[in-house]
């Protein structure tokens, strides 16, 4: 399973765009995304406004460049290439939220 996190913004009641990309990552790494960001990923539909993800993001990159050796476990829980995947899921999702900070983030989980 997967948990995917888009942008969206209602244009008019029930009418919604949704802006940036979809950002996936493996469902059994949010363990590690609490670790290094402090966020906290559940099933839940809204996740609240992408300007307030914007310091967890950024903690969670600091995290995971400036002490990897810390995270390794996962690495190893997760198979290699976690921590890498994180990074890069960290990255693309902040500058989405960066770009578009007053729309809604929303999840849900794939299969």
Not at 11 to 20: A, N, P, R, S
Not at 59 to 74: H, R, V
């Amino acid at each position: 399973m997967k948990y995917n996190v888009f942008l969206r913004m209602q244009l008019q009641e029930g009418q919604w765009v949704t802006l940036g990309d979809n950002h996936t990552i493996p469902w059994e790494t949010r363990d590690l995304v609490a670790a290094s960001s402090g966020w906290s990923i559940i099933n839940q539909e809204s996740v609240g406004l992408a300007s307030s993800l914007v310091p967890k993001l950024e903690k969670g990159i600091w995290e995971l460049t400036q002490s990897p050796d810390f995270y390794s476990q996962y690495e190893i829980l997760h198979g290699l290439g976690t921590i890498n995947d994180t990074l890069d899921f960290y990255k693309d999702l902040l500058q989405d939220c960066k770009d578009h900070p007053f729309t809604e983030l929303y999840g849900n989980v794939v299969a």
